[in-house]
Each structure stands twice: as C-alpha cells, then as structure tokens.
C-alpha cells in the first residue's frame, strides 16, 4: 500500500518539507579496506550486476552508455594462486579490468575468500600491488568466446582482439601489437610504466587511447592456457530461474503482503483522553538555498523561514485513526457520513487497512512517523485541517 505521505506530495511539498560495473573487490572507500568487505556485500553487488548487465545477448549498436569498451585480463581461480596474484599486478599496470565467468563452486562465499587472498598479503594486509579491480562478466566469456585463460582483451565500438595463452600481460599485448600497430604506443607506455628507479622511474604520463577495432581477432599465444573453473553465470542463473516454483513464490508473497496489511504501520498513539483542539505554526527555516533545477535560480534562500500555508489553501480534512480500535472506526464511518468525502482522507496508524476500507467505503492509507511529527499528531481519533495560516488539529475522546 502506498503511503500516505506519496498521495499528499503537493501538500508536503507546500509546507516546505525538503526532505560500470560492480568491483567485488578493486574500488573500496577510502576508509574501506578489501578485507572489511563482508560476504553479503559481494553477494549484493554480484546479483546487483548480474540483474542489471546480464543478457544472452547483445544488440549489434550497444548504445554508448552501455557498451563495454576498455580492457580486459580474463582469469579463472582455476589457475595457481601466486599466479594469479602477478596477474593481478600486471593488469593493474596494463589499467586492466580483471574478469571472472562466474562463482566459484556456485559460492558466494568461496568467491569472496579467493578475491581476499588475492588482495591480502601472507600477514592478512591489503596488497596494494594487486587491487586491480574484478567482475564477473560471463557475457564477454560468451562474445569472444574464450576457451581458456588467461586471455587480454581490448574491446571497442563492439569489437574486439584477443590474445590467450600463460606468458605475462607484456608477452599477450605484444602479441596483439604484431597483428595492429596501434597497440605499438601501449607497449612503449608499459615499458615506461614499468621501468626501474635507476632508469627514471615509472611514467606519470596517461594511458593511451583505446585502440579503433573494426573486425574481431583472435590469437593464441606461444604457452598452454587453464581450462575455466568457474561456471557461465548466466547458465547458472537460467538453471536456477527455472527450478523456482513460481506459484508458491507468487502464494508466499501474497501471504506476506496480507500479513503486513493485516498488521498496519504499527504506530502506536494514545487514545484521545479529552477533547482537545489546537493549531500548528507550518513555518520552517530552509537551511539551504532551494534553487530551480532548470534554471539554477535561487527561489528560497538559506536561512529563509516560510510558511506555506500563507500561499495555499489545503482543502482536505485528514482523519487518523486506530483501525484496531472498532469504536474509532465507527467514529470515522459517521465523520464521513456527515462530511464530503471527496475532501477526507483517512490515515490508519495500527490495524487492518483492508478491514478499515470495507467498514468505511471508504480509501484508507498508512500513516508515516514524519507526517505525524509534521501535523502534531499525538493521539487518536484526530483531524487535521487548515484554519487561516495554521494547521487545526482536533482531538475526539470516545469515551
């Protein structure tokens, strides 16, 4: 049920209430380490992705913010641990985005204390020399396809070159600068990246250009490649999509939804002891500017203080009540009775608003914390209502 506060957005509004891909472990906060990542963090961010990237297939004109142009080194945990760990360093030099097909034995988990391994060093540090940052992308698996790993690509305008085999990042970009001379800048650049103290150091000049690819290619270089461990992720998805029993999943929900209709937003108010009335000043100071977004014009300045209700007229009475409270919801029944109803709006803070809908033929929302605090709301059965520049809140004792 939507709540109450989203139907009277222009209310609120006039009262002047202002209110690329996931890396699993390469791009930390800076007060975030790899280590302190927890495994629903990367199980977020890997469902994250896979929701929003994964697809059997793509279109032949990717549109610009969607298309995977940059530079991959495609891994699998099938490969030895120290080697992977100079892979990471070497991709992290080359600015290369380190790839996975899938999980690791289907696990969340697993995957995570692999990446941490990679990450730490034998004392349980983060190594920065291999936070180049990881993803899993079974979709350029699929589009290159690749048999085995390691494999560099370089992907442009929806094409790509690729060169596989177990030499170094080097020996792979070499490999692919014998077949386009456009990768010739980014073997000379590495080189430099890569030079020693007694020979300069390493440059602090940018990366090259992503190279103009017009026709896939594929090379195999002169080592043996690993097979890859890890499972299509896509595939893995798909299978498990379809031993989900929908009916029950559909059933399950529906029983939830009930059961959270049923409760109500469980804010508990006092029942009204006494009749009372009073009036609330909607006046509020902004604390910072509020600016058009279209023109950037400031149309109220910090430190402002404004009242709403001195510019508009809210023509509408809203009713808060108990639904759990059978002598409220009689009360309510015979408020809208002897009112229009087109001009009431009805706000339950406990209860079964389903129930409070049949008793009162009438639509009822869920009361929110802020919208009580924001009208003085303190007990029920109240009704709120405009009188001249403030709010009228009048409370009904029952009994």
Do not use: C
Not at 4 to 29: C, D, E, F, Y
Not at 188 to 202: A, I, S, T, V
Not at 287 to 312: C, F, H, M, Y
Request: hydrophobic residues 40%; proline residues 6%; charged residues 25%.
């Amino acid at each position: 049920m939507m709540p109450l506060h989203l139907l009277v957005a222009n209310l609120i509004l006039g009262l002047g209430i202002v209110s690329s891909w996931p890396v699993l472990a390469g791009q930390t906060t800076p007060s975030q380490t790899p280590s302190e990542k927890t495994h629903q963090q990367i199980a977020s961010e890997i469902a994250r992705y896979s929701r929003q990237h994964v697809q059997q297939t793509m279109p032949s004109k990717t549109p610009k913010e969607m298309r995977k142009d940059g530079v991959y080194l495609l891994v699998s945990f099938s490969m030895p641990e120290d080697n992977l760990k100079e892979y990471f360093r070497q991709a992290k030099q080359l600015g290369a985005r380190v790839l996975i097909q899938g999980l690791v034995n289907n696990s969340f988990k697993e995957t995570q204390t692999r990446i941490m391994r990679i990450y730490m060093t034998a004392e349980n540090q983060p190594d920065e020399s291999t936070h180049a940052g990881i993803a899993i992308d079974p979709v350029i698996f699929r589009k290159v396809p690749v048999s085995g790993v390691p494999a560099l690509v370089f992907w442009s305008e929806d094409h790509y070159w690729m060169a596989s085999g177990a030499g170094s990042v080097e020996y792979l970009l070499r490999v692919l600068a014998r077949h386009d001379r456009q990768l010739d800048s980014w073997v000379g650049w590495l080189e430099r990246r890569q030079q020693g103290f007694l020979q300069g150091g390493p440059t602090t000049e940018p990366r090259p250009k992503l190279p103009v690819i017009r026709a896939n290619y594929k090379v195999a270089g002169e080592y043996q490649t690993f097979q890859i461990a890890e499972r299509d992720m896509i595939t893995v998805m798909k299978e498990g999509i379809a031993k989900v029993d929908w009916e029950k999943v559909r059933q399950h929900e529906e029983e939830i939804l009930k059961g959270k209709l049923h409760r109500g937003p469980g804010l508990k108010l006092p029942d009204a002891q006494s009749p009372r009335t009073f009036l609330v000043d909607m006046t509020m100071e902004y604390p910072e500017d509020i600016t058009d977004p279209t023109s950037k014009t400031i149309l109220v300045k910090a430190g402002a203080r404004v009242n709403p209700l001195q510019k508009v007229k809210w023509p509408y009475a809203m009713v808060f009540l108990n639904a759990d409270n059978q002598d409220q919801v009689r009360w309510a029944r015979q408020y809208l009775d002897a009112h229009d109803r087109m001009y009431v709006k009805v706000a339950v803070t406990e209860g079964d608003i389903a129930e409070a809908m049949k008793a009162l033929e009438h639509r009822v929302y869920w009361a929110d914390t802020y919208l009580l605090q924001r009208f003085g709301v303190v007990a029920v059965p109240s009704v709120v209502k405009q009188e001249g520049e403030r709010l009228k809140v009048q409370e009904y004792a029952l009994r």
